[in-house]
Structure formats: C-alpha cells, structure tokens
C-alpha cells in the first residue's frame, strides 16, 4: 500500500468520532499492554506506558461527555429492533440501549465528581454502579456481535451448501462481526 493511500484510509478513519475512538482504544489498549509487558522487565518504561493509558482512556471519557443526544437519537430510531434479523437481536438491542441510555449519565456524574466538579456523597458506589452499567453494555454489545456472527455463518453455510459462490460483501461483513466479537473480548482485559 502506497504511503498517500494509507494516509487517506488512515484519515477518512480518523474524520468521524466513531473513527477517532476506535483509533484512540487501539492506542491505549497498544500503551497498556507495553506497560504489562514490561512490568517486571523495565518498571519506569511500563509506568509511562500506563500513564499515557490512563491519560488516553480520560481524553476517551471527556469526549463521550457530548454522546447523550447522538445516543438518544439512536435509541429513538432503532426504536423496538424491528430492522432486526429476529427476535433475539432485537431484544438485545433494545436492552443494550436502555442500559446505555442509563450508562451516559452516570458516567457524567462519576467524571464531574472524580474532576472535583460536583461533590458526590458516596463516590465510590457510583463508580461501582458506572462499571457495572459498563460491563452490561460491553456484554450485551457481545452477545449481539456474536448472534449476528452466528446468523451470517448460517447464510456462508448456506451459500456453500447450494454449491454458490459466497457474496463477497458477506464475507466481508462476517470477518468484520469476527473483528468486533474480538474487540468487544479485548475491552474486558
């Protein structure tokens, strides 16, 4: 790949939010696995490693600061799932989207209160309560990459099957939901 290709694919990547927060997990997930790496090895390497973690994971946090109404318009036009392949997914992602929508706000309060912006009584229960809204939707996020993983698998099996060649837009878009199972895994690391 030419250097002004990969550029441009690195750019149009890093125009959207979406596409800059991909970039900027990858970079903190990259410093805090060189930090683990070189726990032992190297301590003052890993504690710059772990610190840029940290300090991209709050840069990452502060952003979403800004997502309650993107997130609201969302939930309001995925409505009830009824785009959905079945009845599962559209069950998943009705609930991924309440507890998101519950999610957003705490996360503001733990954020405020741990910048000593708002003084909260009893902090570290709500940043219990913040992990907590967090894992159910990183989870329900999984479980929902996984089933649609499953459904695709069934149309390449299909496909095989009929003795047709496989549409390349859905083994395209079966490796990506391969990808995202994988990332989803990574956040609980």
């Given at each position: ?72 318009q969302y939930a ?114």
């Open positions: 790949m030419s250097t002004t290709k990969f550029v441009k694919e690195f750019c149009d990547i890093i125009e959207s939010y979406g596409g800059r927060d991909k970039v900027m997990k990858a970079l903190c997930y990259s410093a805090k696995l060189v930090a683990g790496y070189h726990a032992k090895r190297n301590p003052e390497l890993a504690k710059r490693y772990a610190i840029t973690s940290s300090r991209i994971s709050g840069a990452r946090a502060t952003l979403r600061l800004i997502d309650d109404i993107p997130m609201i309001l036009e995925y409505g009830l799932g009824e785009g959905e392949p079945d009845r599962l997914m559209a069950v998943l992602g009705v609930t991924a989207n309440i507890v998101d929508l519950l999610y957003y706000p705490i996360e503001k309060i733990c954020w405020l209160s741990d910048n000593n912006i708002l003084d909260v009584k009893n902090a570290d229960a709500w940043d219990v309560l913040n992990s907590t809204f967090w894992v159910l939707s990183v989870y329900l996020n999984l479980m929902r990459t996984m089933r649609n993983y499953a459904l695709n698998q069934q149309k390449v099996d299909a496909s095989n099957v009929a003795n047709s060649s496989v549409d390349e837009k859905l083994l395209k878009k079966h490796r990506l939901e391969l990808l995202s199972v994988l990332r989803l895994s990574l956040d609980f690391t």
